[in-house]
């Protein structure tokens, strides 16, 4: 079955073949890709896409020492089962020795550890001034695709590539497809050099004043031997520009790119799943399909992805229609800026999208929504230790960076009826932009939430004294459970408070617990070091108040489970009932 492809621990063993070899090696690639992603999810449609391409990298140039940088990263399957780490696409026992992204603690063959878009051009030119300076001449190629030029970032690479003067080689892999489809006048023109062969007028990149090469089919070694041969040890900047398939080789993956770009184990023969789907939330899009249906000022942005909001191919075409859905492509700083215009003149702005990807905006936040005090809501999916669990795509300072920004208001919600209410008074008020933490998964109180937010006040879900507990969020079962277990222990009633906001302080509170309570304790599901708890310590600085604070320790975590890092830093119902009782 892998009959070359077991011959292969490295670029060097690539080169011993002959190029009608090739395609037999992609083929044998392809299989044990699909292998791997079928049996434990990852991401499909990017990396079936670019096997042959990677294959004939590695035959043509000279890795590590010319050096490869992938973007978005999520295309590096191929080039790790070619650069001797072929066992984790092989063999179950090793699926989990290797991560999803390229990461140089894996391989001398990996430059860079990259989990976000629109990077790797401006890495690659930092890579060739520092060869230039040391009087080098390895090859350094970027490898960009799947909606990645649109990022403000590459866009601003290609702008200085255009006048560099030294040797880069630009990979456009053209696959006509973002994770959702493309957005942005760029794309008419990949579009217009692929419908006349890379001869179209309509160039950007000539534009950009960088030298051009198409090659049509994508999946033919051959010609891709050709193309990267005339290129190495090239003089100057190049972008040559590939037209691929999404997905290719699954026809089922071809046919649906949006659904195939990631997911879950499945059954290589139909794509069926394996094992049972769960069903996902819908309190986001349900709540933003009401806005949009009653308000025909409104507008949700996206930026790139729209499945996160709930607007999957099928649903959001008739709000794109009405031009109440808009999808910007890969590029949060715009639609955030797009926010506060469309606030200022008369519209209703939310712009949604996964907390990893908000840290893109924070110039955008501060300057041209908050400091204008537009009134754009900001909902920001997934952050936390419940959300995503890679280093690439962490988010566990959320908090830090948008709680501190003036004029801004931050909401935690603890359950789906407080995120309904907090987004209704978020997209009906016109005082002041206003962020939303939205968990990956909601719980339900049970009752209807009828808060007035304009007040901002926390709120005590359990009353009682010496201890208090102030838990953000997701993590208000714990403490309300902690609470119930101090009282089932020692007969003693503690406090526990929801703050259910984290960019100010609700003074009136902090200063009432003084009379009757020994502690506070606060626990947070992001990070410990200048969070939401160290802001209520700073409070209660020169007051009689013993105030410990829990957190997530400063560190790049990666492929955790939540609750066993909410433990390691303090944070579960046994280590909290055992705190509260040495204060009692």
């Known amino acids: 079955m892998y009959d070359l492809l077991n011959t292969i621990n490295g670029p060097k063993d690539i080169k011993k073949l002959s190029v009608e070899q090739l395609p037999q090696l992609a083929d044998e690639t392809r299989s044990a890709l699909i292998n791997r992603i079928s049996n434990i999810g990852g991401h499909n449609g990017p990396n079936l896409g670019i096997v042959e391409t990677t294959v004939a990298l590695h035959y043509v140039f000279d890795s590590p020492k010319d050096k490869l940088v992938f973007d978005v990263s999520h295309q590096c399957y191929p080039h790790k089962i070619l650069t001797g780490r072929k066992e984790a696409y092989i063999d179950p026992a090793h699926f989990f020795d290797v991560t999803g992204y390229t990461n140089p603690l894996e391989s001398e063959h990996d430059v860079f550890t990259i989990g976000h878009t629109s990077t790797s051009v401006s890495l690659a030119l930092g890579l060739a001034k520092a060869r230039d300076l040391r009087k080098a001449d390895e090859n350094i190629i970027a490898v960009i695709g799947d909606g990645s030029l649109s990022g403000g970032e590459a866009l ?19 696959n006509d497809q973002s994770i959702a489809e493309n957005h942005g006048g760029l794309y008419k023109s990949l579009k217009a050099l692929r419908e006349s062969n890379g001869k179209s007028e309509n160039n950007i990149f000539k534009g950009f004043g960088l030298d051009y090469r198409y090659l049509e089919d994508g999946h033919d070694t051959k010609k891709l031997v050709e193309l990267f041969e005339s290129v190495k040890g090239i003089d100057h900047p190049v972008v040559l520009h590939i037209h691929t398939i999404k997905g290719k080789g699954l026809a089922f993956a071809e046919a649906n790119r ?7 184990p499945f059954n290589p023969e139909d794509g069926s799943p394996k094992g049972e789907m769960g069903e996902g939330d819908t309190t986001v899009f349900d709540n933003l399909k009401k806005l949009l249906d009653t308000n025909d000022k409104a507008v ?17 075409e008739e709000y794109v229609a009405r031009g109440q859905f808009v999808d910007v492509g890969i590029a949060e700083e715009n639609a955030v800026a797009m926010s506060s215009g469309i606030e200022k003149n008369g519209g209703t702005a939310v712009f949604g ?18 400091l204008n005090n537009s009134s754009a809501t900001m ?18 300072c959320d908090i830090q960076m948008f709680a501190h920004i003036p004029n801004f208001v931050y909401f935690a919600p603890a359950s789906k009826e407080e995120f309904e209410q907090m987004f209704k008074f978020a997209v009906n008020q016109k005082e002041h932009p206003v962020g939303i933490r939205v968990p990956g998964k909601f719980t339900s109180s049970g009752k209807a939430d009828d808060t007035d937010y304009s007040v901002l006040t926390n709120k005590i879900e359990k009353s009682g004294s010496d201890a208090a507990i102030f838990a953000v969020g997701p993590l208000l079962p714990m403490a309300i459970k902690t609470a119930e277990e101090v009282d089932k222990k020692t007969g003693k009633k503690i406090t526990v408070v929801n703050p259910r906001f984290v960019s100010g302080l609700d003074e009136e509170l902090l200063t009432k617990l003084i009379a009757s309570h020994k502690v506070v304790i606060t626990i947070e599901d992001g990070e410990l070091q200048s969070g939401y708890g160290q802001t209520i310590a700073s409070f209660y600085g020169d007051k009689d108040m013993k105030v410990i604070n829990h957190g997530i320790s400063k560190k790049f975590h990666t492929d955790f489970v939540p609750e ?12 909290l009932v055992a705190e509260v009782e040495k204060y009692l």
């Open 379 to 396: 909902l920001v999916l997934e952050p936390g230790v419940y959300g995503m669990n890679s280093n690439t795509h962490i988010a566990l």
């Open 258 to 264: 949006e659904m195939w770009h990631a997911g879950g």
């Open 156 to 174: 601003e690479a290609l702008d200085y590539a255009g006048e560099y003067q030294g040797n880069l080689i630009i990979v456009a892999n053209d």
């Open 353 to 370: 999208t996964f907390a990893p990807f908000f840290q893109r905006t924070y110039d955008q936040l501060s300057h041209d929504v908050a």
């Open 564 to 575: 066993e890092l909410l433990a390691e830093c303090g944070m579960s119902v046994e280590k």
């Open 300 to 316: 949700v942005l996206n930026a790139a992805t729209p499945m996160g909001l709930g607007f999957v191919k099928g649903v959001r």
